[in-house]
């Protein structure tokens, strides 16, 4: 067979101030002066957004050089491509395209303020930038007739929303905020109002600020037009220090500029990083960094003194404490690790060699509910050890993929950066996304996606259903997506997996927090060792003791988070050690907390002041993100270190608490620092032995003993859903992006942009139990207003999970389950 060679790319030949370049067809004239090291000034360009030609600054001469492809008058170059033999003088070399730009700038400036001084832009403002580099060295404006000087103004700011600030005296038009809202986000917030001289931004018509992605159109603002709420007048860009980081409220991995001022975060702005956000940022992201300097901020070791109550203690006297506690605890039954899901993965692997040599126990989990045979079986055959480059799944292939398969997860809410790509890949026309949730909600919608209607339970149906009907078209070049919560269904790992391997559909998945993939790899389950190793595989675990200078490491599998809880309540184990798990959080939080309140002895590594450390006979205060170095792993399995920005000696990484105990406690963990961590992590490296099959470890058998449903059709009831009038409902919930988070804590205005908690029913319930519902299941009830999702499934009633009160896990009851409805009254 011989093969086929590559197309070669259609290139063009222009010539650019002298000098010759070729580049792809198509290419814009300011892209391909890029090329040539001539940078055009531009306010309205921007590489991400479709061209406009709205601010006309970037124009350029391209006379006519005898072939045609002149034009007489100065052509906006953000607009204009290229074409064979063109010519193009820009403002360098050519008196024409400066004088243009120089009159553009003189309009530009006409009505524009002069309080750079005061403005947020000031230091870093394309506009004042290039009204020094290419505008006049005096304006000739003189106003009008009884106004001469005079410069249009308005009341400001307009508060676009409680996060976004609008002057629009500053906004010279560029539409870069309105063509990001419509084109990116997809929200319709902010638009163009009235024509001419008197066009403005403002607030679009019947448009209700729901957006998560405002932020961004603050960051590409190239004047000081959009400002930030929590940042106004409260610093300037020269008194900043910069950092780069990765944000660390999700696993999509983006990265993120974190800008510092005497030992506190000032801001934070989107990195430019084209694989992975590009140059995007969810809100909670770019806000969501008040936690780590509140109020209830721990800031120096406590342990528990001989009155009950907690005292400060020095580093030295809390490591000597805990390692006595903890081995006593050892003796007396075994101490349960629960790490959560915030973790970097040098901490996680910290935590991971502690619990085996100085706990001896695999009783260790990052998860917050049972881990099923299925699920165990999934991360490591599925999950662990994929990367890009080692058959994991990319931002890239996301763009590529002919279809997108979503299945227990809202990407909208739960992954900003992977919503943001498929809506990229959408508008494109390459992508139709296919997904499997109870109704179309808000995000789906703004997918066009394709939604196969389906009841909690009835996730592992649905699948298969994918398969059965043509009309879906889930084949080699589609992708599945799924979500973590979608472990909480039985059989649904399993179709999953099932439905790739009979379609040849590349699959992911894409955890909540971002720190559980790194968890995963770390060793931080019950059933794996770091590096993809199974603890039941003997190999595994001479391979890894091997490597950490012990002779052997325990061979049983471990309890799950689930049991460890279980076992904590009925005294089979002595102690914990917990790492910033919150009790609200975890599958059933009242058994949580009385788990961690039978427990003969706590020791609590955390970043504030929480339920657990209250009651913990050991607390440790371990620095926030911005304050140590680390790696997050993505849901691609992609590795992103990021260095620390702030020095705070009140605080420590967490991986150098556990070596402070562990050698008070004779088992030195052979590492103090994060570089000395990853130098050992490097050096264990990946399993290299025979990964599980799938089918092992049960997980072909646990798909039957999924409830019978009927999926597919968008028109169909599934996962046992009952009749709207019977009085019973059954509850699907997930995360909102902005909710009642602890790491959203201490930014009023990001709070205020959360979306009003409502209960979503069908008309059937609207008409019976009226505008108000009370919900009411084994753990309680809860009272909200309620909203007619159109397409929901019959018998099924939506709310977001921790948006009200203590959260559905706490107040109602778990995913999945029945709830009675009736009428309320708030």
Same mark, same amino acid.
């Given at each position: ?5 590559? /197309? ?58 005898? @072939?045609?492809?002149?034009?007489? /008058? ?14 193009? @003088? ?8 400066? /004088?243009?730009?120089?009159? =553009? ?29 290419? #505008?006049?060295? +005096? ?24 996060? =976004? ?23 319709? $917030? ?5 024509? %001419? ?7 679009? +018509? ?6 998560? $992605?405002?932020? @961004? ?69 770019? $806000? ?83 881990? *099923?045979? +299925? ?65 179309? *909600?808000? &995000? ?25 009907? !043509? ?59 770091? %590096? ?110 990021? +260095? ?6 009140? !605080? ?7 070596? #402070? ?45 999924? !409830? ?7 028109? !169909?009831?599934?996962? &046992? ?24 804590? #201490?930014? /009023? ?8 908690? =409502? ?17 009411? %299941? ?28 203590? &959260? ?19």
């Amino acid at each position: 067979m011989t093969s086929t060679p590559d /197309k070669v790319t259609d290139l063009v030949n222009v010539t650019i101030d002298g000098i010759q370049v070729a580049v792809p067809k198509d290419t814009l004239v300011i892209r391909a002066a890029e090329q040539v090291g001539v940078q055009i000034p531009r306010f309205c360009d921007h590489p991400l957004l479709a061209p406009v030609g709205a601010c006309r600054q970037c124009l350029v001469d391209v006379p006519d050089a005898g @072939n045609g492809r002149g034009f007489p /008058k100065p052509q906006a170059s953000c607009t204009l491509p290229v074409a064979e033999g063109m010519v193009v @003088n820009t403002q360098v070399t050519s008196d024409v395209a400066d /004088k243009a730009q120089q009159g =553009v700038m003189e309009f530009l400036l006409i009505n524009h303020p002069l309080d750079c001084p005061v403005c947020d832009k000031g230091g870093e403002c394309p506009l004042q930038n290039q009204a020094m580099s290419n #505008g006049r060295g +005096e304006s000739r404006f003189v106003g009008m007739p009884g106004a001469e000087g005079i410069k249009r103004t308005f009341p400001k700011p307009i508060n676009l929303s409680p996060n =976004v600030l609008l002057d629009r005296e500053r906004c010279i038009v560029c539409q870069r905020c309105t063509r990001f809202a419509e084109e990116i986000a997809g929200d319709p $917030f902010i638009e163009l109002l009235e024509r %001419g001289a008197e066009q403005q931004i403002g607030i679009a +018509e019947d448009a209700p600020f729901l957006s998560y $992605f405002s932020g @961004n159109v603050i960051q590409i603002c190239p004047v000081g037009a959009l400002t930030s709420e929590q940042y106004r007048f409260r610093s300037r860009p020269f008194d900043l220090v910069s950092s780069p980081g990765v944000a660390e409220h999700d696993a999509c991995g983006s990265a993120i500029r974190v800008d510092h001022r005497r030992g506190k975060v000032m801001r934070r702005l989107a990195g430019n990083d084209p694989e992975v956000n590009e140059e995007w940022l969810t809100d909670k992201d770019r $806000f969501g960094f008040a936690y780590a300097h509140g109020d209830d901020r721990l800031t120096y070791p406590q342990v528990r003194g001989e009155d009950g109550a907690l005292r400060p203690a020095s580093w030295p006297e809390a490591f000597s404490v805990a390692a006595r506690g903890l081995a006593a605890a050892k003796a007396a039954g075994g101490v349960g690790v629960l790490t959560g899901g915030r973790l970097t993965a040098e901490d996680a692997y910290a935590y991971s060699k502690f619990a085996r040599i100085a706990l001896g126990t695999n009783d260790i989990d990052f998860r917050a509910r049972p881990l *099923s045979a +299925e699920e165990a079986a999934f991360l490591a055959a599925h999950v662990a050890l994929t990367a890009p480059g080692n058959g994991g799944v990319t931002y890239a292939d996301l763009e590529s993929a002919s279809k997108i398969v979503l299945v227990g997860l809202e990407p909208e809410d739960e992954a900003g950066a992977i919503w943001l790509r498929l809506r990229k890949s959408v508008r494109a026309g390459g992508t139709q996304v296919v997904a499997l949730a109870p109704f179309t *909600s808000r &995000g789906l919608r703004k997918l066009s996606a394709r939604v196969v209607l389906t009841a909690p339970g009835g996730e592992a149906d649905g699948l298969r259903s994918l398969l059965e009907k !043509s009309e879906y078209g889930v084949d080699s070049s589609a992708v599945i997506l799924v979500g973590e919560r979608l472990a909480t269904v039985p059989g649904a790992l399993s179709a999953a997996a099932e439905v790739a391997a009979k379609s040849g559909a590349r699959l992911a998945w894409v955890p909540r927090r971002a720190g559980d993939r790194g968890a995963i790899e770390a060793g931080c389950l019950p059933t794996l060792l770091p %590096g993809g190793r199974p603890v039941a595989d003997a190999a595994a675990r001479v391979d890894v003791a091997a490597a950490w200078g012990v002779d052997q490491l325990p061979e049983a599998e471990g309890r799950d988070a689930d049991a460890i809880v279980a076992a904590l309540v009925a005294g089979e184990l002595g102690g914990l050690l917990v790492a910033g798990v919150d009790p609200a959080d975890t599958a059933d939080p009242a058994a949580t907390r009385a788990a961690i309140g039978a427990a003969g002895f706590v020791v609590a590594l955390d970043l504030r002041a929480t339920a657990v450390t209250d009651v913990a006979d050991v607390v440790f205060p371990v620095a926030p993100v911005s304050d140590k170095a680390g790696t997050f792993v993505t849901w691609e399995g992609r590795v992103r270190p990021f +260095e620390a920005a702030l020095r705070n000696p009140a !605080s420590l990484p967490d991986l150098r608490v556990l070596a #402070g105990i562990a050698e008070e406690m004779g088992v030195p963990l052979g590492f103090r620092t994060v570089p000395e961590a990853r130098a050992e992590m490097a050096q264990l490296g990946p399993w290299d032995g025979e990964r599980p099959a799938l089918g092992s470890r049960g997980l072909e058998t646990v798909a039957s003993a999924t !409830s019978s449903t009927s999926g597919g059709a968008s028109s !169909s009831t599934s996962g &046992g859903a009952t009749s709207s009038t019977s009085g019973e409902l059954v509850l699907a919930t997930w995360k909102q992006s902005i909710d009642n988070g602890r790491m959203q804590d #201490g930014d /009023k205005y990001l709070r205020a942009t959360a979306r009003t908690p =409502v209960a979503l029913v069908t008309q059937d319930v609207y008409d019976t139990y009226g505008p108000t519902v009370t919900l009411t %299941g084994d753990r309680g009830s809860v009272t909200l207003p309620a909203e007619v999702a159109p397409d929901l499934v019959d018998g099924v009633v939506w709310v977001p999970a921790d948006s009200f009160g203590a &959260g559905v896990l706490d107040d109602l009851a778990s995913p999945g389950s029945r709830v009675r409805v009736e009428g309320g009254q708030l």
